[in-house]
């Protein structure tokens, strides 16, 4: 596999990983957030008006970031071959360690 293909792939796993760490924190902190308004008894303000809470706002966007991503690993990983497809496996394996 080209060298640069290669960065590419293992970029794209990179970042997808990292936003779906930051989906899980976002999912975590609206939690927190709906939890602290209903304590003090305040409404959230923005979804009252919009519908949608910036934390809902901000989980979808990240939503369809990963999304994203998917594609472009579905899209790099066409016409590989057997060998650069257990390449990148590896680097997967790799990167799920770090």
């Known amino acids: ?54 934390m809902d706002t901000a989980i979808a966007s990240t939503r369809r970031l990963i999304e994203s991503f998917n594609r472009v690993l579905e899209d790099l990983r066409r016409n590989l071959s057997t060998e650069d497809l257990a390449l990148i496996g590896s680097i997967e394996s790799n990167i799920a360690v770090a």
Not at 1 to 12: E, G, L, P, V, Y
């Open 1 to 54: 596999m080209h060298n640069t293909k290669q960065r590419m792939i293992q970029d794209a796993i990179q970042h997808r990983d990292e936003a779906l760490t930051l989906l899980k924190s976002l999912i975590d902190a609206k939690s927190i957030s709906e939890r602290n308004l209903a304590d003090i008894h305040q409404p959230d303000l923005l979804k009252q008006v919009t519908g949608k809470s910036s």
